[in-house]
C-alpha cells in the first residue's frame, strides 16, 4: 500500500480495535475491506485485532462476544449478524465502554440509540446498490418489458449479504422484465471457473436472455470465461456485475464484461476506523457515510486499473 | 426326552453365492442328546452350513429351517442365540478393540428390567469364566483388556467359553480346536461329552477325525455342498470312515 | 490340577491393565485440552483470566458440541454424517413454517425435533439399506436437506423476536448461574445422557460391537443395520435441537444456518480420541474437544497474533493437538 | 492320485469369474454415466445436443477431475487428504510469487510443482510417523498451508496476464482440436500415467495391498508407510498442477482458490466405485465420475429448474447415481 | 553345507508389549538342513517369536539376530524375505480383497527391468501353482478371484503355496495344517520333508505333537516367553515328549 508510515503523526496510538473485514481471509471484497484497516491502522496507528467472520453470521455474532470478552477499545463491525443477535452484544459492549461502529450493512436502530456515543456507519445500501444497477443495465442496454434477463446470485446467502440479489431483481420485474434467477451453486462461490457448464446450460435453456447480472465479485470477474462457454461473443448478453477487481478490469477491457457497480469496500475499512479514533480522542458522534461510488465501465476504466490490482479499488 | 422331534432340521437347503453353489438341497437332522461330526475337504460348505443354520445367512427359495418341530419363517442370528443355539465359529466372532468382558456378552448383554445393562456383574462374570474355564498362561486376562492383545490361542479360548456360558440346546463348534494346546483341546473334547450327558446336541466340525470320531454319535459328510454320508458311529470303524473319506476326496462319490 | 490352574490365575491372570492403560484416550485430551489452556493464560493472559471469555464460551461452543457429542456415536459405529448442518437448517425452517402458520410455539417445536430425527433415520435408512458408505451418501442428502429447506424458505431468513418466542428463547439459551449461558447445561446433558446410552443401554454396547468388526457382530446377533439407523436418527434428533439452539442464540433463522460448523464439529470428535475406524470413542472426550476447538480461534486472535497468521496458528494448534493426543494415547498403551 | 487331481481342477477351478463380476465396478458407474447423460438429453435437449456444453465441460471439469484422480490412489489405500485444495493455492502462490521476482516461468512452474509435492509428503509423513488418521490430519494441515499462502500473499490475489505468460497459458489451458480445451488433455493423461502407476508398477501394486490390510501387507514385506507418503506426494504434485491450471483458466491467482472444489473431487472419486474403505478402485471410474459431478449442476438448469430447486436436484442425482452404483455392482458381484 | 554357522541365530532376544512380556532372553539357533519344530502352549510367545526373526517387530534393547553369521542390524521383513526366508503365518496374513494373483506375490512382484509389472506372468504362476500344490475343490480358485469369497481352508492353502513359490533357506510354518483337511495336512507335511532333502531349513509350529514329532529333527518348547526346553529327536521319544509337555502345562518347569 503506498502510505508512508513516517508521513503522519500516528494520533490514535495505543487505542485497541477488534476489526471484522467479514468474508474468509483473502476473500473477494472482505481482502478490500482488509487493505482499508490496514491502511488505517498504519496511518493512525491503533492496534488491531481481526476477526474473519467467512460470511457466516453465527460467527461473526460469536466473534462479537469473543471480541467483547477481550475488552478493546473499539470494535468495528458488520452489520448481517441481524439487529435482533447484534443488540444485546452492542449494549453490553458500550456498557462496557467499548466504542462500536458499523460498516457496509445498516443497524439502523442501533445507530440511533448510540450515535452520540460513536455508533456510526460506512457503506452503500445493498438494495439500492442492487436496484441501481437493475436500472443502470435497462438504460445501457435498452431493454424492454418482456425481456428476459438472467440473475446469478446469492438470494439465500446469510444476512444482509441477499438483499443485492433481491435488489437486482425487483428492480427488473418492476420494469417488467422476466427474471431467469439461478442461486450460485457452492463450487462456483468459491472456484468461479467452476461454473462454466451452469452457466453453457441455462444460456441453451433460455437463448432469449438479453442481459445478465452476477452478484458476485468472483463471477463477475469470470464474465469472459463463461460467455465462452456458451459461445457467446463480446456483446452478445449485456453482462454486468459487482465489485471492482483486477480480474474483472481485464474482462471490461476484453469486452466481454459490460458493466460494474463499485461500493468502495476500501473505505469501508478506512473510515470505521478512523470514526472510533475520533470519537476516542475526541468524542465525535457517529458519522454515516455513503460509499456506495458509481459505475464502472469502458470509458472510466482506466482510471480504476491502477487502484484495483493493489485492491484498494 | 422325545428323540422323535429334531432340534433342528434342515429341509432341500441350498445356498448360493454368485456362480459358487456352496451347499445344495442339504437335508439334516439333529436330535436332542446327539453330537453329530460334520466332515468335509475345505470348501465343502460346512461353515456355510453353519452360518445357515444360525440364520446369518439365508437359504436359497425353496429350502426350509424347522426348529423342534415348528417351521421358522424370519430367521436370524439373535432368535437362533434366544431359542438356543450357540456357536463356536471357525473365525471366532470378536470385536478385537472391545474388553473382553463385551465380547463375552455380545448380542446378549445382561440387563436389568428397565434395560440398563449390569457392567460390573459382566464384568465379575467374565472373570470367572476366564479362569474356570479356560486357564490362561499369560497376563493378559483381565476383563477389561482389549482381546486384540491376546494370542491366538486365548482368541479361541474367549469365544469357546462364550457359546458354554449360555447353557444352549444345541452347541454348534467350527473347527474349535485350532490353535489350541493339547491340555486345552481335551477340556474342549471333555466339553462335548458334558453336552451329550446333559441331554443337549452339538454339531462338531474337525479336520481331524481323530478328534471327532470319539466324541460323536453321527456322522455327516459334505463334499461340494451336498451330502455325501450320514453313518452312525456303530455302523462304521475309525478306519472305514478314513478309507472312505480319501476315497470321497479323490473320486467325489462315498461309494467304492 | 484344578488348584494349579487357579493359582496360575492368581500370578499371570488376574493382573488389570494398568491406569493408564484404561483412561489414556482420555487421559490425552484431558493434557491437550490443560496445556492449551495454560498456552492461552500465559500468552493472552488478559483475556483468559478474565471470566468474560469464558462465559463467550459457554455461549458459542454448545452450537457445535451438540452435534459432535451425538457425532461420536456415528463415528464409532464406523459411520460419518456429513448432513448435519443441513438437517439443523431444514428442522429449524419446520419450526419457523409452523409457528408461523399455527402460531403454536410447543407444535412447532416437536415437529422440529420430529423432522430432524427423520431426516437422521432417513440417513441412516440409506446407509444400512443399500450399503453406501455414509461418507458418500451424505454429501448427497446434504444438498438434499439444504435444497428442500431453501426451496421451502425461498432463501430468506425469518426473525424470532417474536413476545411469544421469550420463553422457549430463555429456555434454550436464556443466561442462569453467574451468567451462564443454558446452552452450556444443556450440551452438558446431552453427554449425559448419551453417555448412559452409550455405556450402560444394550444399543450403546452395540455401537461399539458395530463399529468394531460388523461381520462378527452379525455373527452373534447384533442387528448391526438397526443400531446404525437409530445412531443416525439421534444425530437427527440432536440437530434438530442444535438448530432451534442456535437460531434462538441469534434471535434469527438464516437458511443458511450450520454451513460453519462442519468442520468444527467433526474436529471436535476425532480431537476428543473417537477412531474414525470405529470400535472406540467417549462422549466425555468429544466434550472436551469441542472447547479445545471452540478456544483455539478465540485463542489465538486474543494472543494478539494477527490477520492472516491466525490459520496459520489455528493449524498447527490443530496438528500439534492431535499429534500430542496421538503420542500420549500411544504411549499409555504400550 | 494325481490325475484326479488335475481332472478336479478342470471341472471346477478353472472357471474365471464372469464378466461381470470382474468389470462389474466400472460397468457400475459407466452405466450411471451414461443413463445420466440420456436423461440430460431428454430432458435439456437444447443445452445437451449442442457441442458447446461438452466443451464446457472439458474446460472446468478438469480443475477438479485433475486432483479427484491423484486422490483415488490415496482412498485405496486406506486414507483421504483434506488439504489439497489449500495446497493447490499454496503451490501457485509459489508461481506467482518467484514468477514476479525472477521473472523466470520455468522456475516458477518447477517450484510450484516441488512445493505441491513437498506439501503431499509432509500430509504422508505426518499420518504414518504418528500413525494419526488422516482424515483429522489434514484438516489441520489444510488451515496450515492455507495459512501460509494467505500470509505470504498478505490476502491478495494476482493477475495472471503478462504477455510473457501467454506460452504456459496456452499450454496449460489453451484450446487445441476443435476447441477442446488442453485441460482435458492433462486429464486424459493423468488419467492414463496414474492408471500405469497403478496397475503396473510395484508401488501400485502395494497401493492395493496397504489398503486391504495393513498388517498383512506388512508381515509380507510391504512397507506401508513408504507408500502412503509417496501416494500423499503425489496428490501435492497434481494439486498444485491443478492450481495453476485452475488459475490460468481465468488468468488470476484468487487467494481463496480451491475452496469449493474439495466437495467435488471427493464425490467424484466415491462415485468412481473406490471404495471408503480402502484397497479397491480405478482411476478410470474416478474419472467418470467426474465428469457426471461436473455435468448435474448444468443438466439440471439446462432442464428448466432454477433457483434453490437445483440444489434439491443436485442431491437427489447424486444421491441416485451412488445408489444405482451400489446397486448395479452388487447385482453383478453375485 | 556348513552346519557349523546357524541359518539363523537369536541372541537374547525379549519382546515386550506394554505390560506383557512375550519373550524374554530367547537363544535359538537354526542350523542349514534342520527342520525344528517350536512347542508351546497358548501364548507361550511362538508366533512372537516368528515375527521378531522376520523383523516385523524389533527385539527389545539388547537382542540381537544373526543371519549366516552376520550380525544384523537394520532387519525388516522384506530384508528377510530377500535374503530367502519365508514365512507361512498363522494369521495368513492375506489381503482378502484382492484377487489370488496378487496376493501371492504380494511384497515381490515379478516385474521386467524397467520396474513394469508382469502382471500376465504373475497370474498364469498363480494358476500353475493353484493347481499343482493345492488341489481345490471349488470353483472359485481362477487367479482373478477375490480371496475373500474362498473358504478358510483354501485361503490357507493360498498362503502355503505363497511360501512354496519363492525358494527360501529358511521356511517358517506357524500353525500351518490349521484348518486343513486330512490330505491337505498329508502335503504339508511331506513338503517339510522335502525342504529337509534340498538341505534347507524350517521352523515348524503346531499343536499338534502328533504331526510335529515325525516330522522335525529338534524340538524347542516356549513356555511364557522363556525356552523351556530343547531336545534332539534322538534324546526324546514322543511319549516322553508329550509327559514333558503336560508337567509344563502344570508347573511352568520341564524338570520334575
Ligand atoms: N501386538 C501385541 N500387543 C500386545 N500383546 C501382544 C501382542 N502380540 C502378542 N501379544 C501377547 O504376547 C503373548 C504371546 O503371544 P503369541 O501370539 O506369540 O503366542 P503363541 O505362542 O503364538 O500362542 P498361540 O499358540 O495361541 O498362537 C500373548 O500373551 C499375547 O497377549
Ligand atoms: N460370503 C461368500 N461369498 C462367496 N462365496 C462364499 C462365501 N462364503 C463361502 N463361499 C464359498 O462357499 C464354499 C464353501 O465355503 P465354506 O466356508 O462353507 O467351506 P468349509 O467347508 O467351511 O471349508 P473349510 O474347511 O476350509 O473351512 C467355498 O468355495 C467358498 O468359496
Ligand atoms: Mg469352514
Ligand atoms: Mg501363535
Known amino acids: ?313 | 426326552m422325545n428323540s422323535k422331534t429334531p432340534v433342528i432340521q434342515l429341509k432341500n437347503v441350498s445356498k448360493t453365492f454368485g456362480e459358487v453353489r456352496s451347499l445344495s438341497e442339504v437335508n439334516i437332522e439333529i436330535y436332542p442328546g446327539e453330537i453329530v461330526g460334520l466332515l468335509g475337504d475345505n470348501g465343502a460348505g460346512k461353515s456355510t452350513l453353519v452360518k445357515t443354520i444360525m440364520g446369518f445367512h439365508q437359504p436359497d427359495e425353496g429350502g426350509e429351517i424347522w426348529f423342534k418341530g415348528e417351521k421358522i419363517n424370519e430367521w436370524n442370528v439373535a432368535k437362533a442365540r434366544e431359542l438356543g443355539i450357540e456357536t463356536i465359529y471357525q473365525e471366532r466372532a470378536l470385536c478385537e478393540q472391545q474388553p473382553i468382558w463385551r465380547n463375552m456378552f455380545m448380542g446378549r448383554e445382561i440387563k436389568n428390567k428397565f434395560g440398563r445393562l449390569n457392567v460390573k456383574q459382566m464384568k465379575s462374570e467374565a472373570t470367572r469364566l476366564m479362569s474356570e474355564h479356560m486357564g490362561f498362561t499369560s497376563t493378559a486376562v483381565h476383563p477389561d483388556n482389549a482381546v486384540l492383545t491376546m494370542s491366538g490361542g486365548e482368541k479361541q479360548g474367549v469365544a469357546i467359553t462364550r457359546a458354554l456360558y449360555f447353557d444352549a440346546e444345541l452347541v454348534i463348534l467350527d473347527e474349535p480346536t485350532v490353535g489350541l494346546s493339547l491340555s486345552e483341546t481335551k477340556k474342549t473334547l471333555d466339553f462335548i461329552q458334558n453336552i451329550k450327558k446333559s441331554g443337549r446336541s452339538a454339531i462338531f466340525i474337525d479336520h481331524n477325525i481323530f478328534h471327532i470320531y470319539p466324541a460323536v454319535d453321527r456322522m455327516i459328510v459334505l463334499d461340494r455342498g451336498k451330502v455325501a454320508g450320514n453313518y452312525k458311529k456303530s455302523d462304521i470303524t475309525m478306519d472305514e470312515l478314513i478309507e472312505s473319506m480319501y476315497r470321497v476326496a479323490r473320486t467325489g462319490s462315498i461309494k467304492e | 490340577m484344578s488348584e494349579n490352574k487357579d493359582s496360575k490365575v492368581k500370578n499371570n491372570a488376574a493382573r488389570p491393565p494398568s491406569f493408564w492403560r484404561r483412561f489414556g484416550m482420555q487421559f490425552g485430551i484431558w493434557s491437550v485440552g490443560i496445556f492449551m489452556w495454560l498456552i492461552f493464560v500465559f500468552t493472552a493472559s488478559e483475556a483468559f483470566t478474565s471470566k468474560d471469555i469464558y462465559l463467550a464460551f459457554a455461549s458459542s461452543t454448545p452450537l457445535f458440541a451438540l452435534m459432535a457429542i451425538p457425532l461420536t456415536l456415528i463415528v464409532i459405529t464406523g459411520e460419518i454424517d456429513l448432513s448435519f448442518p443441513a438437517v439443523m437448517a431444514l428442522a429449524t425452517a419446520t419450526f419457523a413454517k409452523i409457528y408461523s402458520g399455527t402460531g403454536n410455539i410447543w407444535v412447532g417445536f416437536i415437529a422440529a425435533l420430529i423432522v430432524g430425527t427423520l431426516c437422521g433415520y432417513f440417513n441412516g435408512w440409506l446407509v444400512t439399506w443399500f450399503g453406501i458408505p455414509s461418507l458418500v451418501i451424505t454429501i448427497g442428502t446434504s444438498f438434499l436437506f439444504r435444497g428442500i429447506e431453501l426451496a421451502w424458505m425461498n432463501g430468506s431468513g425469518v426473525g424470532l423476536t417474536d413476545d411469544k418466542l421469550l420463553g422457549v428463547a430463555n429456555l434454550l439459551v436464556g443466561r442462569s448461574f453467574f451468567g451462564i449461558a443454558n446452552q452450556f447445561w444443556w450440551t452438558i446433558l446431552a453427554t449425559l445422557i448419551l453417555w448412559f446410552i452409550l455405556n450402560r443401554t444394550q444399543f450403546g454396547a452395540h455401537v461399539f460391537l458395530t463399529g468394531d468388526n460388523k461381520t462378527s457382530a452379525q455373527l452373534m446377533g447384533v442387528n448391526v443395520s438397526r443400531v446404525k439407523r437409530r445412531s443416525f436418527a439421534i444425530m437427527g434428533f440432536f440437530a434438530a435441537f442444535a438448530g432451534l439452539v442456535a437460531s434462538f442464540e441469534v434471535s434469527y433463522f438464516w437458511p443458511t444456518l450450520g454451513e460453519g460448523l462442519l468442520m468444527n464439529s467433526i474436529a471436535s470428535v476425532f480431537l476428543g480420541g473417537t477412531s474414525v475406524f470405529g470400535g472406540i470413542g467417549t462422549v466425555t472426550g468429544t466434550f472436551v474437544g469441542s472447547f479445545i476447538i471452540g478456544a483455539i480461534n478465540a485463542g489465538i486472535v486474543a494472543s494478539g497474533i494477527n490477520a492472516f497468521f491466525t490459520q496459520v496458528f489455528f493449524g498447527l494448534v490443530i496438528i500439534l493437538s492431535v499429534i500430542m493426543q496421538a503420542v500420549i494415547s500411544k504411549r499409555i498403551k504400550r
Not at chain 1, 418489458?145 to 428492480?171: E, H, M, N, P
Not at chain 1, 465489485?243 to 474483472?248: E, I, Y
Open chain 1, 1 to 313: 500500500t503506498t502510505a508512508n508510515a513516517a508521513a503522519t503523526s500516528q494520533w490514535c496510538k495505543g487505542v485497541k480495535i477488534a476489526a471484522f473485514p467479514g468474508g474468509p481471509q483473502g476473500g473477494v471484497f472482505a481482502n478490500n475491506v482488509y487493505n482499508g484497516y490496514v491502511q488505517a491502522a498504519k496511518d493512525l496507528g491503533p492496534t488491531m485485532k481481526y476477526y474473519f467472520s467467512d460470511w457466516d453470521s453465527a460467527k461473526l455474532v460469536t466473534q462479537m462476544k469473543e471480541a467483547v470478552a477481550t475488552k478493546p477499545n473499539g470494535m468495528a463491525i458488520y452489520g448481517f449478524g441481524g439487529p435482533e443477535a447484534t443488540g444485546p452484544i452492542v449494549d453490553d459492549a458500550f456498557k462496557k465502554g467499548i466504542i462500536v461502529t458499523s460498516l457496509n450493512s445498516e443497524l439502523t436502530a442501533l445507530q440511533s440509540k448510540y450515535a452520540a456515543r460513536g455508533f456510526g456507519y460506512v457503506g452503500a445500501e445493498l438494495y439500492k446498490a442492487g436496484n441501481d444497477l437493475a436500472k443502470k443495465v435497462i438504460s445501457n442496454a435498452s431493454l424492454k418489458s418482456g425481456d428476459s434477463v438472467f440473475v446469478w446470485g446469492l438470494k439465500g446467502a446469510a444476512g444482509d449479504r441477499a438483499q443485492r440479489t433481491v435488489g437486482v431483481i425487483d428492480g427488473f420485474e418492476k420494469a417488467g422484465l422476466k427474471v431467469v434467477y439461478q442461486e450460485i451453486d457452492q463450487a462456483t462461490n468459491t472456484t468461479p471457473a467452476s461454473g462454466g457448464p451452469t452457466y453453457a446450460g441455462l444460456m441453451a435453456k433460455n437463448s432469449s436472455v438479453k442481459a445478465v447480472v452476477t452478484d458476485h465479485g468472483g463471477l463477475t470477474a469470470t464474465a469472459a470465461t463463461y460467455m465462452k462457454a456458451a459461445n457467446q461473443k463480446p456483446g452478445d448478453v449485456y453482462f454486468a456485475g459487482f465489485d471492482l477487481s483486477p480480474a474483472a478490469v481485464t474482462a471490461i477491457e476484453s469486452g466481454y464484461l459490460n458493466l460494474i457497480i463499485d461500493q468502495q469496500p476500501f473505505l469501508q475499512g478506512y473510515l470505521p476506523i478512523l470514526q472510533i479514533c475520533l470519537t476516542k480522542k475526541f468524542g465525535f458522534s457517529g458519522l454515516s457515510v455513503n460509499t456506495s461510488g458509481g459505475f464502472v465501465d469502458k470509458t472510466n476504466v482506466a482510471i480504476a486499473k491502477p487502484l484495483a490490482i493493489k485492491e484498494i479499488r
